[in-house]
């Protein structure tokens, strides 16, 4: 506990409602004080403990927030553009281990104690931080104050409503950082992407003692790759760090392209995990697929959907942002089945017991997002027509066809030109494939 010493050991129920109080030591007169807890369920989340110590001696207070949860399989990123003031008020999550960016500024606040508020409120806190020495900056060290002064002049532009757009994220390890989602987040203005944690991201979180940080994993060096032949590569589960192995197969995907099929299942801690791994050169351009779902028998077509991937519905109001779901080789039915359960659980508390007073859905959003899923699981069993579009830029993504030869006439396929935005997220705006030789030789880069 950030606010406390070493507390009496005290049982917790997160399904429990009610606040628990134990003696603590104050850090800041060493005396007795109090140590509140309150197991609370957080919509779109998971179980989290608020903790506010006061001490009745010297009036310090502290207040802070912790998962109530295990460390996840894998650790998480949100992003989220705000545009108008109402996004200010999105509810945020910020573990001990989370760190929260404002992109626009290359501001970071670095891990420290977990925090339960929205985005104007972790953006005040920030700005109240950088303002509480400013008095003393101005006169020992003008240069940064006058530079930390640029930065709290934009801070309060944004908390005024006066610097849309702008974006921020929180990059967690554990996981246990979120991001509040609403069913009108379009486009680009809300991400998740869930990704394996490094072996050292696994020190800090203490799944493996330091000095395990260095050791390397067994690989296929000169191993000829046959199709269809499956491969076992000695690894560590990302969940835990216990040793498990990685199937590897090699497989040919009809009128595409071969593909890399990779699963992972950990016999310590359970981790499952499938992914599929597309190769060869970057395509001039990106390319979208649109299916017609029509009847049945449409489901069970294979799709590939790449990592780099973004799967779109207009009539499902419906669109996964490239690294949501990573690699997926299925069928059109598992694919949206996999959506769906990955939103429901986000979105939906789906353990035992209610909801803590005041912490509750409200009626209008759980009304909206309730007839999204009906909508979502009609769609799952193509009660109504309608189309699904994958847009790849790196043109990795594939759509079965349902004829020997010629075009599927429920499948439209089109090339397009990459953004800007796209060649950055990809890494190819600073790519260098032609002279890099020459340039290393002369110092350069």
């Given at each position: 506990m950030a606010a406390t010493g070493t507390p009496s050991v005290v049982h917790v129920d997160p399904n429990e409602v009610g606040v628990y109080e134990i003696q603590s030591l104050c850090m800041n007169c060493r005396d007795q004080g109090v140590t509140r807890i309150l197991p609370i369920k957080i919509p779109y989340f998971k179980d989290v403990l608020l903790e506010s110590f006061s001490c009745e001696h010297c009036g310090w207070e502290n207040k802070t927030v912790k998962s109530a949860g295990q460390i996840q399989e894998k650790g998480s990123r949100y992003t989220f553009r705000l545009d108008k003031p109402q996004d200010l008020q999105r509810q945020i999550v910020r573990s001990d281990t989370g760190v929260f960016r404002i992109e626009d500024l290359d501001l970071e606040m670095p891990p420290g104690p977990g925090q339960l508020t929205n985005l104007e409120g972790i953006i005040i806190k920030i700005k109240t931080d950088l303002e509480y020495d400013q008095p003393e900056r101005k006169k020992t060290t003008p240069d940064v104050y006058n530079a930390l002064e640029a930065i709290i002049q934009r801070l309060g532009k944004m908390l005024q409503g006066e610097a849309f757009p702008f974006t921020v994220s929180v990059d967690d390890p554990s996981g246990n950082s979120f991001v509040e989602p609403s069913p009108d987040d379009k486009g680009s203005k809300y991400s998740r992407l869930d990704y394996p944690r490094t072996r050292a991201q696994n020190a800090q979180l203490g799944l493996i003692a330091d000095d395990e940080i260095e050791k390397g994993d067994d690989g296929l060096n000169d191993v000829d790759v046959i199709n269809d032949q499956i491969y076992e590569l000695h690894s560590e589960c990302p969940a835990c760090s216990k040793?498990?192995?990685?199937?590897?197969?090699?497989?040919?995907?009809?009128?595409?392209?071969?593909?890399?099929?990779?699963?992972?299942?950990?016999?310590?801690?359970?981790?499952?995990?499938?992914?599929?791994?597309?190769?060869?050169?970057?395509?001039?351009?990106?390319?979208?697929?649109?299916?017609?779902?029509?009847?049945?028998e449409d489901l069970s077509r294979d799709i590939l959907k790449s990592e780099t991937c973004a799967l779109k519905s207009q009539d499902l109001g419906l669109e996964v942002q490239p690294g949501t779901l990573g690699g997926r080789f299925t069928t059109v039915e598992g694919l949206l089945t996999q959506v769906r359960e990955q939103l429901h659980n986000q979105i939906f508390d789906i353990g035992d017991g209610d909801l803590a007073p005041g912490d509750s859905m409200a009626d209008q959003t759980k009304e909206r997002w309730g007839k999204f899923f009906d909508k979502l699981d009609r769609a799952i069993k193509a009660e109504f027509p309608y189309s699904i579009t994958l847009e790849d830029p790196l043109a990795n993504s594939y759509v079965q066809k349902r004829v020997d030869s010629g075009e599927d006439p429920q499948i439209k396929s089109e090339e397009y030109q990459r953004s800007d935005e796209d060649n950055e997220d990809l890494g190819l705006t600073d790519m260098k494939t032609e002279g890099y030789e020459t340039a290393n030789a002369n110092g350069s880069t």
């Open positions: 040793p498990c192995t990685i199937n590897m197969k090699k497989t040919n995907v009809p009128h595409f392209k071969d593909v890399i099929i990779m699963a992972t299942v950990c016999d310590y801690c359970g981790y499952k995990t499938n992914d599929v791994k597309t190769g060869g050169e970057i395509p001039e351009k990106g390319r979208r697929i649109t299916l017609d779902v029509k009847t049945v």
